[in-house]
T-cell receptor, first 114, second 116 residues
Framework: DSGVTQTPKHLITATGQRVTLRCSPR?????VYWYQQSLDQGLQFLIQ???????AKGNILERFSAQQFPDLHSELNLSSLELGDSALYFC?????????????FGPGTRLTVL | AQKVTQAQTEISVVEKEDVTLDCVYE???????LFWYKQPPSGELVFLIR??????QNEISGRYSWNFQKSTSSFNFTITASQVVDSAVYFC?????????????FGKGTKLTVNP
């Protein structure tokens, strides 16, 4: 158990809908990272927050947004969902702001868009 | 361009065989970090090792060993005397800098199946 929690574990929704994925980092970790894992694109970095502020951005679509709250939990919002958004979404956390730290991954949220 | 290439998509071995997973990376940074992560069938990603670009010493941890060679931009992972529980997808990753921030770039992964 990495200490990173993600909810829900599974999510099934329809095209055009909006969903929110939630992540709680390990106790004491200030950085939260979001990744998308799909069969065709592999494991891709989406976005990082550090202590409430956006720190780095990857291949995140404009339909997606994230935020980190004062208690350091983070939410990834996916809107106007398309079939291609079906994927496993991971959250990871690390102690500091750099991605050179070891990142601890949550169990993931499997999103299925029908 | 900064990227990580894991040329072996799938490897299948019989228990107790040694197996090496290849990782080749490209970066223009002089300072960078390389990682290996394991993703067992249960789906979570498990950290295995982190190595910075200034430390070319090989590392051994039990049945696992890593061979970092800057000259060939490779960071290969060897499992000695493989076991069925080693069956997983293994990802090599590189931390890269872009616009002042650092990002982790993953290879496509190598699926290892260890048969009894």
């Amino acid at each position: 158990d990495s200490g990173v929690t993600q909810t829900p574990k599974h999510l099934i929704t329809a095209t055009g809908q909006r969903v929110t994925l939630r992540c709680s980092p390990r106790s004491g970790d200030l950085s939260v990272y979001w990744y998308q894992q799909s069969l065709d694109q592999g494991l891709q970095f989406l976005i990082q927050y550090y202590n409430g502020e956006e720190r780095a951005k990857g291949n995140i679509l404009e339909r997606f947004s994230a935020q980190q709250f004062p208690d350091l939990h983070s939410e990834l919002n996916l809107s106007s969902l398309e079939l291609g958004d079906s994927a496993l979404y991971f959250c990871a956390s690390s102690a500091t702001s750099g991605s050179t730290d070891e990142q601890f991954f949550g169990p993931g949220t499997r999103l299925t868009v029908l | 361009a900064q990227k990580v290439t894991q040329a072996q998509t799938e490897i299948s071995v019989v228990e107790k065989e040694d197996v090496t997973l290849d990782c080749v990376y490209e970066t223009r940074d002089t300072t960078y970090y390389l990682f290996w992560y394991k993703q067992p069938p249960s789906g979570e990603l498990v950290f295995l090792i982190r190595r910075n670009s200034f430390d070319e010493q090989n590392e051994i941890s039990g049945r696992y060993s890593w061979n970092f060679q800057k000259s060939t931009s490779s960071f290969n992972f060897t499992i000695t005397a493989s076991q069925v529980v080693d069956s997983a997808v293994y990802f090599c990753a590189l931390s890269r800098r872009q616009g002042g921030s650092e990002k982790l770039v993953f290879g496509k992964g190598t699926k290892l199946t260890v048969n009894p």
